[in-house]
Nanobody
Framework: QVQLVESGGGLVQAGGSLRLSCAAS????????TGWFRQAPGKEREFVGA????????YYADSVKGRFTISKDSAKNTVYLQMNSLKPEDTAVYFC??????????????WGQGTQVTVSS
């Protein structure tokens, strides 16, 4: 059974940083791309960024480009989302997902439960 568990969320002031982790069990990230998505209150879930299964390539939504960085530690079977220069509009529940990759939810087969990130102004 595949399980993805996010951690690292919390409350931070605008301009601050957080690092989210996504740990996988029952499946390795060596065969799947990993995406990060977020859902703010009252809004649809949106793509944040993704990393290929090899870890050689990353891509991001324009809204986070230059501020967020995705990386992976294959030995720990964990993918990270480093978030810098956080803004109040980054407040959302953040989800990691594993699958074929890309910007669309339907290309991901496995999802974590989400972790809350709140950025105060």
């Amino acid at each position: 059974q595949v399980q993805l568990v996010e951690s690292g969320g919390g409350l931070v002031q605008a301009g601050g940083s957080l690092r989210l982790s996504c740990a996988a069990s029952g499946r390795t990230f060596s065969t799947d791309a990993t995406g990060w998505f977020r859902q703010a209150p009252g809004k649809e879930r949106e793509f944040v960024g993704a990393i290929t299964h090899s870890g050689s390539s990353t891509y991001y939504a324009d809204s986070v480009k230059g501020r967020f960085t995705i990386s992976k530690d294959s030995a720990k079977n964990t993918v990270y989302l480093q978030m810098n220069s956080l803004k109040p509009e980054d407040t959302a529940v953040y989800f990691c997902a594993a699958g074929r990759g890309g910007t669309l939810e339907r290309w991901y087969d496995y999802w974590g439960q989400g972790t809350q990130v709140t950025v105060s102004s």
